[in-house]
C-alpha cells in the first residue's frame, strides 16, 4: 500500500517571528516538532523580499535537519547561488511575484523553457532532485518532463479554493495531470491551501507521492498545538492514500 509523505511547510513560523522582529517562535524548532510528530520532510520558501524564511534560517535547517528539506525558490540567480551553495534534498521551482500574498498560479514552464533548462540541469547536477510547481496543465506537464525536471508539484489553489461541481472538475483535473505526469516519468506530489477537509481526494490519487502543506497547520496549530495538528493531518492522509478506514 502506498504512503504518501508529508512535507511541513514551516514558512508561516517565521512570519510569526518576524512580526516582532525577534527569535520567537523559532522555525527551525518547528521543523523538529514537525519531524516527530510525522512528517516525511521539512519544506521552506527563501523568498526574495525574505518575508518569512531568512538566509540563516536555511543554514541553520541544513544543519539540523534529519529528514530532506525541499527548498521552494524562484529561478532568479540569487536563489540558485544560494541553493547550489547549501545542496538541498529537493529544489521546488515557483513562480515568485512581490506584491502577492502567497505563491499565484504556477510555473510557466512552457513559456520559459530557455530560461529554465539550465537551472534544472545545474541543481540536479548539484544532486538536488528538482520539481517544478505547476497548474496540472498538459503542456506544463509536457514542457517539466521536456527540460529534465525530475518531479512536478501540482498545484492544488484552485482545487482548494472551489466547492461542489467546481471542485470535483479541478479534482478531475488534477487527476488526469496526476496520470499523464507519472506516464511521463515524472514523480508526482501536490499542495497549496489543502486543510483537513480537502486533503482525502488529493491523497487518494494513485500517482500523489507527496503532499506539501503549509499555512493551515500552522494556524491549526494555534488551537491545537503543532504536533496534534500535523498528527491529524498525517493520519487522514495515511487513511486516504492507503485506502483503510
Ligand atoms: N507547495 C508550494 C510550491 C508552495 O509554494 C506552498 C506555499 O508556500 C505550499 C506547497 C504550501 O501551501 P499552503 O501553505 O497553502 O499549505
Redesign the pocket.
Known amino acids: 500500500m502506498s504512503r504518501v509523505r508529508l512535507g511541513v511547510?514551516i514558512?508561516h513560523v517565521a512570519t510569526i517571528r518576524n512580526a516582532r522582529g525577534g527569535d520567537h517562535p523559532d522555525p527551525v524548532r518547528a521543523a523538529a516538532l514537525a519531524v516527530a510528530a510525522g512528517a516525511d520532510g521539512i519544506?521552506a520558501?527563501l523568498r526574495e523580499d525574505r518575508r518569512h524564511i531568512r538566509d540563516d534560517d536555511l543554514k541553520r535547517l541544513m544543519a539540523a535537519l534529519t529528514v530532506p528539506l525541499n527548498l521552494?525558490m524562484a529561478a532568479t540567480d540569487e536563489m540558485l547561488a544560494i541553493a547550489l551553495g547549501c545542496g538541498p534534498h529537493a529544489a521546488?521551482i515557483?513562480p515568485e511575484k512581490r506584491a502577492e500574498r502567497?505563491?499565484e498560479g504556477g510555473l510557466d514552464v512552457l513559456g520559459q523553457q530557455p530560461g529554465l533548462r539550465p537551472v534544472v540541469a545545474q541543481l540536479t547536477a548539484r544532486g538536488c532532485r528538482v520539481s517544478l510547481?505547476i497548474e496540472p496543465d498538459p503542456d506544463q506537464i509536457e514542457a517539466s518532463a521536456a527540460i529534465g525536471a525530475a518531479v512536478v508539484?501540482l498545484h492544488t489553489g484552485r482545487y482548494a479554493h472551489l466547492s461542489g461541481e467546481a471542485q470535483a472538475a479541478e479534482l478531475a483535473r488534477l487527476a488526469a495531470g496526476a496520470t499523464l505526469a507519472a506516464a511521463r516519468g515524472l514523480e508526482v506530489h501536490a499542495?497549496?491551501?489543502?486543510t483537513f477537509d480537502n486533503v482525502a481526494p488529493v491523497a487518494a490519487l494513485p500517482e500523489i507521492a507527496e503532499l506539501?502543506?503549509?499555512?493551515?497547520l500552522i494556524g491549526e496549530a494555534v488551537f491545537t498545538g503543532l504536533g496534534p495538528a500535523i498528527g491529524e493531518m498525517r493520519a487522514r492522509i495515511d487513511r486516504a492514500s492507503t485506502g483503510s478506514a
Do not use: A, M, P
Open positions: 511547510n514558512d519544506t520558501h521552494e521546488c515557483v502567497t505563491t510547481f508539484e499542495g497549496h491551501g489543502l506539501n502543506i503549509g499555512h493551515f
